[in-house]
Nanobody, 125 residues
Framework: VQLQASGGGLVQPGGSLRLSCAASGFTSDYYAIGWFRQAPGKEREFVAGFSRGLGSTYVADSVKGRFTISRDAAKNTVYLQMNNLKPEDTAIYYC???????????????????WGQGTQVTVSS
């Protein structure tokens, strides 16, 4: 099981980025997939995710209305579209997967077994 996160970069406030999480070694349909972020000195926090079977999507209140999670089944890839970015969105963004996580635990990073390497997002003028 491998996850490859990409798409980060430097963007001005109000700008957009799309992060990608390419999965290999497993079919993402059967796993819960989550995006998390971690800023310096802060705990890793949930951003958005799909429940197992990609039945439902969940988005953190802090990014609701600005971030959208989606997937391309043919590419076995999950995306995080980030619009109207703010300086407080600056962090390393990680994607994670787990085959047994229940929906009520989706937002808790400790329940995920597989992690991508992270991609840096910096929002600054």
């Amino acid at each position: 099981v491998q996850l490859q996160a990409s798409g980060g970069g430097l963007v001005q406030p109000g700008g957009s980025l799309r992060l990608s999480c390419a999965a290999s070694g497993f079919t993402s349909d059967y796993y819960a997939i989550g995006w998390f972020r971690q800023a310096p000195g802060k705990e890793r926090e949930f951003v958005a995710g799909f429940s197992r079977g990609l039945g439902s999507t969940y988005v953190a209140d802090s990014v609701k209305g600005r971030f959208t999670i989606s997937r391309d089944a043919a590419k076995n890839t999950v995306y995080l579209q980030m619009n109207n970015l703010k300086p407080e969105d600056t962090a390393i963004y990680y994607c994670a997967a787990d085959s047994s996580i229940i929906t009520s635990s989706l937002r808790d990073y400790v329940h995920y077994d597989y992690w991508g390497q992270g991609t840096q997002v910096t929002v600054s003028s």
